[in-house]
């Protein structure tokens, strides 16, 4: 016997997936929540049942690549010093490359990412990530670790100028020429 979506998981899982789309199309600020709404065939009302605003849309479209981040972290949390800077350059590469879209789309709300307490957890995260790249507590390291990820983050945005695996190379080699090892 097939399982059946209730109703509003679907509609809800519409309105996250119309709002990807939208936000990558037309960029978070220029995308309403009427845009939303129209794309995803319901009403604005609907949308508002389903989300608080759209911050909480955006933390929905940015949750996956948020939890694989969150894992990500947890991981590198458990490995020994010495170990976390190899783990967090591959493991980001990984995460930055499947989740491409997504980080289009986070790249249009960096400027006020500070004020969005929805995806403050994904913030924690990404600032952990990037002293876990730096591989010491070398301020300068912390620099070219914040420099290498806005770099990576800023190629990743382009989703039909390379292959996933041209991607990985690409960040790959960046990454370890930047980042001394620790």
Do not use: W
């Amino acid at each position: 016997m097939a399982v059946t979506t209730p109703a509003r998981e679907r509609t809800r899982h519409e309105i996250v997936r119309q709002a990807m789309d939208l936000f990558q199309a037309k960029g978070y600020n220029a995308t309403s929540l009427q845009d939303i709404a129209t794309a995803a065939g319901c009403s604005k009302a609907t949308v508002l049942y389903h989300f608080s605003g759209k911050p909480a849309v955006l933390a929905a479209v940015l949750e996956p690549a948020a939890a694989d981040l969150a894992e990500l972290i947890a991981a590198a949390d458990a490995l020994p010093q010495a170990e976390t800077q190899e783990f967090a350059i591959q493991r980001f590469i990984d995460l930055a490359v499947v989740h491409r879209g997504v980080i289009d789309v986070l790249q249009d709300v960096i400027p006020v990412i500070v004020e969005m307490p929805e995806i403050a957890g994904l913030v924690a995260d990404g600032m952990r990530m990037t002293r876990y790249l730096a591989g010491s507590d070398d301020p300068l390291e912390h620099d070219l670790a914040k420099f290498a990820v806005n770099g990576l983050l800023g190629e990743c945005r382009h989703p039909g100028e390379r292959t996933d695996d041209e991607l990985r190379r690409l960040c790959d080699i960046a990454l370890r020429r930047l980042l001394r090892r620790a």
